[in-house]
């Protein structure tokens, strides 16, 4: 079964320095993997997809994400944090049989100034 | 509009009560999407529509639960005779086409509490 799984609950950052949030993912054949981010009472923003091409992909505010098959991960980066970054982040995975994405548990990356 | 739009944005609803809670994807949209996110939880699949076709139904927890979309654009989640474990924060999202790499497009939820 497809599935993806982020690691770390919590993640702290200052502001400034760069920021890594981990996501790895279960599949067999090519993944279909997206970074969502969740602010307080709002619902989920689309930050950027890999379905194939490079390695290195770039979406919203700064953020990139590379895929690595090797080690099935699919890490969220940013070279510099910005306390506007403090939200829930999820990692999913594009589930082929039925056509819906599958959620991590999220991950709450805290910046601070 | 502009983008998905839910209602309620809160529902407070005694154990036993019937709920309605409404979707409104983004004009043109094919494919919906209906989710439940516990708190501090990541969102959880109920059920997906394309069209007015619901082409998956899996992940309704039980058979209180019952959605349609019968003209292929709102959308209704139904859950009859609540229970304090259906409080939870229900999203709904849309996308273009349903395509895998269609990114879906959500709306900001239905907190729903049974008290």
Partial sequence: ?113 | GAGVSQSPRYKVAKRGQDVALRCDPISGHVSLFWYQQALGQGPEFLTYFQNEAQLDKSGLPSDRFFAERPEGSVSTLKIQRTQQEDSAVYLCASSLNGEPGSPLHFGNGTRLTVT
Avoid: M
Avoid at chain 1, 27 to 55: A, E, H, M
Avoid at chain 1, 102 to 113: A, W
């Fill in chain 1, 1 to 113: 079964a497809q599935s993806v799984a982020q690691p770390e609950d919590q993640v702290n950052v200052a502001e400034g320095n760069p920021l890594t949030v981990k996501c790895t993912y279960s599949v067999s054949g090519n993944p279909y993997l997206f970074w969502y981010v969740q602010y307080p009472n709002r619902g989920l923003q689309f930050l950027l997809k890999y379905i194939t091409g490079d390695n290195l992909v770039k979406g919203s505010y700064g953020f990139e994400a590379e895929f690595n098959k090797s080690q099935t991960s699919f890490h969220l980066k940013k070279p510099s944090a910005l306390v506007s970054d403090s939200a829930l982040y999820f990692c999913a995975d594009y589930y082929n049989q039925g056509g819906k994405l599958i959620f991590g548990q999220g991950t709450e990356l805290s910046v601070k100034p």
